[in-house]
């Protein structure tokens, strides 16, 4: 199979176990198998032994998807490339009726998603508690809104943002804007390439319609929102 694969792809190849595989997938760019796996995050293409012309066009088309992915997050490290509110507020990043607590569990469930989406660790979500913690609510930007965030030295791997919406308001110690149904978790990377999106996220906020959707926790009208206007 190796040998057939390399007549095709320039990409480098090793032949590993399953054992290994459930092991180290996180390694591997994509995995190519004859054989149906269970439990695999990474790009995975099933093809057959005689590796037939439907096998390698579906290969190709996962390894374009690899690279234009791997070429984005070149451009997020680099600073260059701003990516648009709805590129970083998605199905995955965004959450309606959250249950929690009180402040520090909305940081702690919203940091959550940006850990699972691999944009910052543990370390930048407890960063996020301690500058509240620190210098006050200041983070509740607008009535009933929070915007979390942090330092891009304390754990960001990449930009990233979640937006969750609560069963139940909760107080951050803000009097002028108390209490909060939306925490919004921003990460950057540096100064200036999460503008773009916070710029556009600030517009939504003033838009009577946009914050009836927070309110009324319709994720797929907030999502409708983002993605049909030009905000």
Not at 41 to 55: G, H, R, W
Not at 206 to 231: A, V
Request: charged letters at 30%; hydrophobic letters at 40%; glycine letters at 4%.
């Amino acid at each position: 199979m190796k040998n057939k694969l390399e007549q095709y792809f320039n990409f480098s190849m090793e032949v590993v176990t399953k054992d290994y595989l459930q092991k180290y997938q996180y390694d591997a760019d994509m995995i190519i198998s004859t054989i149906p796996l269970e439990n695999i995050d990474a790009p995975f293409v099933e093809v057959s032994a005689f590796l037939s012309e439907l096998d390698i066009n579906k290969i190709q088309l996962v390894e374009k998807k690899v690279l234009d992915e791997k070429m984005v997050q070149e451009k997020y490290t680099e600073g260059s490339y701003e990516p648009m509110l709805k590129e970083l507020l998605t199905e995955n990043t965004i959450e309606t009726q959250v249950n929690v607590n009180d402040w520090k569990e909305a940081i702690i469930y919203g940091g959550k998603i940006l850990e699972k989406e691999g944009a910052v660790d543990r370390t930048y979500t407890n960063s996020m508690i301690e500058s509240v913690e620190k210098f006050g609510p200041y983070i509740v930007i607008a009535p009933h809104i929070a915007l979390a965030h942090a330092s891009s030295k304390d754990g960001v791997h990449k930009i990233g943002m979640s937006l969750i919406t609560l069963d139940k308001e909760i107080n951050f110690g803000n009097k002028e804007n108390d209490p909060v149904y939306t925490v919004i978790c921003l990460a950057a990377i540096d100064h200036n390439s999460h503008l773009k999106a916070l710029s556009e996220l600030v517009e939504a906020l003033k838009e009577d319609r946009f914050n009836r959707l927070l309110f009324s926790s319709d994720k797929e009208g907030i999502m409708q929102y983002i993605n049909k206007n030009d905000i």
